[in-house]
């Protein structure tokens, strides 16, 4: 964390990058313009935000920008600009060899119009919780979404956010995930205490969500089914099982990228080495919007915190909860003001790890002065960066499947059933004090 002093004026380059981006939408949509979140590119609007950033506070301007790119090139940043390039790459390479469109056929084939969106959160979720990473899930699954889309006349935005939900859905409650591991560490916390305790809160808004979907889906009707080319199906299930052995992501997309090739260069009529080096390229182009805005929110970031931003997100939500733990339940309003805070940390760094590692100690703190179990604290870290980092339109995850899918951010957002739901269950468990504590212990 920082140790720049408090400042919210640093936050005025945020509030300036989202009052441009969306406001601009928003205002095209209301005068009827087409596809108007595209009129105007994040990575444009983002600029103004920047050059504010860099040019408030006392510091030097050499200064300033070395701590911009930093953020830049900041490890995590970087690890999903890597992730964006194969996710790409492997998408575009699919859908060339016929990949996606066979394993669209196979899927309906086997299973009901009406079960298609409910479906896509399950075996979205059942990746991320087995491979760790909600990018992962969100690059090999986004495609499959897409390809049903133009056989099913359901919403684009719905069936995209099926699988963006079960990603963030299986990440949360992953042993593996970064932000499990970050959250636990931070509050000193045992992995599986941890996830009994989300199981409890995540399990009734999975369940709601899940009922949602089957209520939409009833709504869908399925184009006849084409002949299945099963051998196209093949680097999916590769995907699928890699993903279920818990193997690296990077590994993992790599692998079905490799095999997607080949069986394209032994299947499909003139296709060549070439081809697919033409593909690969393609697929990395694809994800230039997002691999370039990534960087940016990243160096944004690192100035917001350098300049004081996040430390004074701190410091009110310290002072708000001194101010009500004498007037009420002090366990509650601690764990409001850690839920409170990490949210905050999250909309500022558009990255749920990073938001939990930024809060992780102050959270600590206020866990210890309000006497609440670290095994909530940690868990409430989780989930409501996961909450966030689902619904900000800015944030990687929603990015990386608006690329994939030619779909404005705004439109999957909407349709986040489970991230609200979620944000909503524990909310009602932090005012009643559910779980208990002697549940948790069994």
């Known amino acids: 964390m920082s140790d720049?002093?408090?400042?919210?004026?640093?936050?005025?380059?945020?509030?300036?990058?989202?009052?441009?981006?969306?406001?601009?939408?928003a205002y095209l949509n209301h005068h009827g313009a087409e596809m108007a979140f595209y009129q105007l590119s994040a990575t444009v609007a983002i600029l103004p935000a920047i050059i504010l950033s860099i040019f408030m506070g006392r510091d030097?301007?050499?200064?300033?920008?070395?701590?911009?790119?930093?953020?830049?090139?900041?490890?995590?940043?970087?690890?999903?600009?890597?992730?964006?390039?194969?996710?790409?790459?492997?998408?575009?390479?699919?859908?060339?060899?016929?990949?996606?469109?066979?394993?669209?056929?196979?899927?309906?084939?086997?299973?009901?119009?009406?079960?298609?969106?409910?479906?896509?959160?399950?075996?979205?979720?059942?990746?991320?919780?087995?491979?760790?990473?909600?990018?992962?899930?969100?690059a090999a699954m986004t495609p499959i979404a897409v390809g049903v889309g133009d056989r099913i006349d359901l919403s684009l935005g719905l069936l995209v956010a099926a699988v963006v939900s079960g990603a963030m859905f299986g990440d949360n409650l992953s042993m593996i995930s970064d932000t499990t591991?970050?959250?636990?560490?931070?509050?000193?916390?045992?992995?599986?205490?941890?996830?009994?305790?989300?199981?409890?809160?995540?399990?009734p808004a999975a369940l709601v969500t899940l009922i949602i979907l089957l209520i939409f889906g009833t709504t869908g009707q399925v184009a006849p089914t084409e002949s299945i080319e099963w051998i196209k199906v093949i680097p999916y299930l590769l995907i699928l099982g890699l993903a279920i052995a818990?193997?690296?992501?990077?590994?993992?997309?790599?692998?079905?990228l490799t095999l997607a090739g080949v069986i394209g260069l032994f299947s499909v009529p003139d296709y060549s080495l070439l081809i697919f080096s033409q593909d690969i390229y393609q697929g990395f182009v694809s994800m230039n919007e997002i691999f370039i805005l990534s960087i940016l929110i990243g160096g944004l970031g690192e100035l917001i915190k350098s300049q004081g931003g996040i430390r004074y997100l701190i410091e009110v939500v310290e002072r708000i909860t001194e101010r009500y733990r004498a007037k009420a339940h002090h366990t509650k309003i601690g764990e409001l003001g850690i839920s409170g805070l990490v949210s905050l940390a999250d909309i500022c760094t558009a990255n749920n790890t990073v938001a939990i590692l930024i809060t992780g100690g102050i959270a600590k703190e206020i866990a210890m002065k309000n006497e609440v179990d670290p095994r909530r604290s940690a868990?409430?870290?989780?989930?409501?960066?996961?909450?966030?980092?689902?619904?900000?339109?800015?944030?990687?995850?929603?990015?990386?499947?608006?690329?994939?899918?030619?779909?404005?951010?705004?439109?999957?957002?909407?349709?986040?059933?489970?991230?609200?739901?979620?944000?909503?269950?524990?909310?009602?468990?932090?005012?009643?004090?559910?779980?208990?504590q002697s549940r948790l212990l069994n």
């Open 60 to 138: 030097r301007l050499t200064l300033k920008i070395e701590r911009f790119l930093h953020g830049a090139g900041d490890v995590n940043i970087l690890t999903m600009c890597m992730i964006y390039l194969l996710a790409g790459a492997f998408a575009t390479v699919a859908e060339s060899i016929g990949g996606v469109q066979a394993t669209v056929n196979a899927g309906l084939s086997l299973i009901p119009a009406s079960m298609v969106l409910p479906g896509l959160f399950i075996i979205s979720a059942f990746i991320a919780t087995a491979m760790g990473t909600s990018m992962g899930t969100v």
């Open 379 to 436: 868990s409430l870290l989780d989930i409501f960066s996961c909450v966030f980092q689902g619904i900000i339109p800015y944030g990687a995850q929603i990015l990386l499947a608006g690329s994939i899918a030619k779909l404005s951010p705004i439109a999957i957002v909407g349709n986040m059933f489970y991230c609200f739901l979620l944000a909503g269950v524990a909310i009602i468990a932090i005012l009643t004090g559910f779980p208990k």
């Open 181 to 203: 591991i970050a959250a636990t560490r931070t509050q000193g916390v045992e992995l599986k205490d941890k996830f009994k305790f989300n199981l409890l809160i995540a399990a």
């Open 4 to 25: 720049a002093k408090a400042n919210g004026f640093a936050l005025l380059p945020l509030v300036l990058f989202l009052s441009i981006f969306i406001g601009t939408g």
């Open 246 to 256: 818990g193997v690296n992501v990077f590994v993992v997309l790599t692998a079905g």
